[in-house]
């Protein structure tokens, strides 16, 4: 109902501090391409984003020209090396790096962030090896972190028994097979909603997530971009907003339209982190059409109630909601300024006060054509809410000094 402070496709990064560099081995497959990306250029993009920011690649000799015609836009990056022994980089040149933390990426493995942050996770908890075999049939790949001398050593090391062995989860070695890029992609969809189940609300974890993937899944397959999916949501938000304005049939579908509003709202994000294409002008885009669209639909709900009833209080009643969600978003702005990541109780607040779980309540009142208790408590609510956020915030300053 209120400008939310954070987008799905926002940078919702953790730097790996520990992690220094990524030693790719074997990556040999460049026939292969995920959502539109080839696997080794995945794989890079991946780990930048995770922080890490050196890479050495194990390339044999005569493919090293067809691996490096198949990411071009790494082509002249001077953090990557490519040698053809791992180990024998790391017993000369490198031989003072032997200590350094690292992550092993081995095989044409298909994964994503959740991935490389388990494995960095449980070694910083720990300070051993932390490993992550592939889920293909031949548990052909693995995913691991800890110090460059143990990643070495545990290349050969065959792999035990585990739960991965059916091939229903993340990391995914694709080694030819016929359906492995199929299958691959279905994987990395189904597990997308896992990034944000932490900062969804319960609505949205139950219901939009299970729904949004899917619709993800086959759109990110499709030349439509990102920015594409949120114009057209907010084109049918602004609908729903209209049809708000009449009378009760109208009214309801306005409230199942929002409904499919808030569903696509997951989908532009989604699409994005499938494709790789996340940008900073697509996070803002998002996060302002969302906040508009929230306030036309209010504001729809309010005038609905006017035409209904004719009573001159809902005109002040407009006035009344516009200055506190003009509030909400004066706070929403400062939010966004600050870093709410080491405080999780004021980010677990946060994200509840900017949930979009409130549409499921608008349809309620909808269904029983009780509009007008919507529109008094949203407008006096968004007092509260900004109230709430501006409090947050001043917490999240006082804990950066």
């Known amino acids: ?87 024998n980089y790391f017993a000369g040149p490198a031989r003072s790096e032997s200590r350094t933390p690292g992550i092993l990426i081995s095989g044409d493995l298909v994964f994503s962030s959740l991935q490389v942050a388990a494995v960095a996770r449980t070694y910083s908890a720990r300070g051993v090896l932390s490993r992550m075999v592939s889920a293909d049939p031949e548990r052909s790949g693995q995913l691991a972190a800890g110090i460059i001398a143990d990643l070495l050593a545990c290349r050969s090391d065959r792999p035990a028994a585990d739960s991965h062995a059916d091939g229903s989860s993340l ?97 532009d994000g989604e699409v994005a982190r499938l494709k790789m294409q996340e940008t900073d002008f697509g996070a803002a885009l998002d996060l302002i059409t969302d906040a508009i669209v929230n306030m036309a639909v209010v504001l729809g709900v309010i005038l609905g109630c006017y035409g209904a009833g004719g009573s001159r209080a809902y005109l002040y009643l407009l006035l009344l909601f516009v200055g506190g969600y003009a509030l909400c978003a004066i706070a929403s702005y400062r939010i966004v300024r600050l870093s709410v990541d080491n405080s999780p109780r004021l980010a677990w607040l946060v994200e509840r006060l900017t949930s979009r779980d409130f549409a499921y309540l608008l349809l309620f009142f909808t269904l029983f054509d009780r509009l007008s208790i919507f529109a008094w408590g949203a407008s006096f609510g968004s007092y509260v809410v900004a109230a709430l956020l501006m409090w947050a915030a001043s917490q999240v300053k006082l804990k950066s000094h």
């Open 171 to 267: 990391p995914f070695a694709v080694n030819g097979r016929p359906d492995d890029r199929a299958h691959a992609e279905y994987l990395l969809a189904r597990s997308i909603r896992a990034e944000t189940k932490a900062k969804d609300g319960p609505m949205a974890r139950w219901i939009d997530r299970r729904l949004s993937w899917r619709l993800s899944y086959y759109l990110a397959r499709t030349p439509l971009k990102p920015n594409h999916v949120t114009i057209v949501n907010t084109l049918l938000g602004f609908l729903s907003a209209y049809l708000f304005t009449m009378g009760y049939s109208a009214q309801v579908a306005g409230a199942l339209l929002f409904l499919l509003v808030i569903t696509l709202d997951g989908v």
């Open 1 to 87: 109902m209120l400008p939310g402070y954070v987008s799905s496709r926002g940078d919702q990064r953790r730097r790996l501090v520990e992690i220094q560099v990524a030693l790719i081995s074997a990556p040999i497959r460049t026939d292969i391409s995920i959502f539109g990306r080839p696997v080794l250029e995945r794989t890079l993009l991946i780990c930048q984003r995770a922080g890490i920011r050196r890479f050495v690649l194990e390339v044999p000799a005569q493919v090293q020209g067809q691996i490096l015609g198949s990411f071009s836009r790494f082509n002249h990056d001077r953090t990557i090396v490519i040698v053809e022994s791992l180990s």
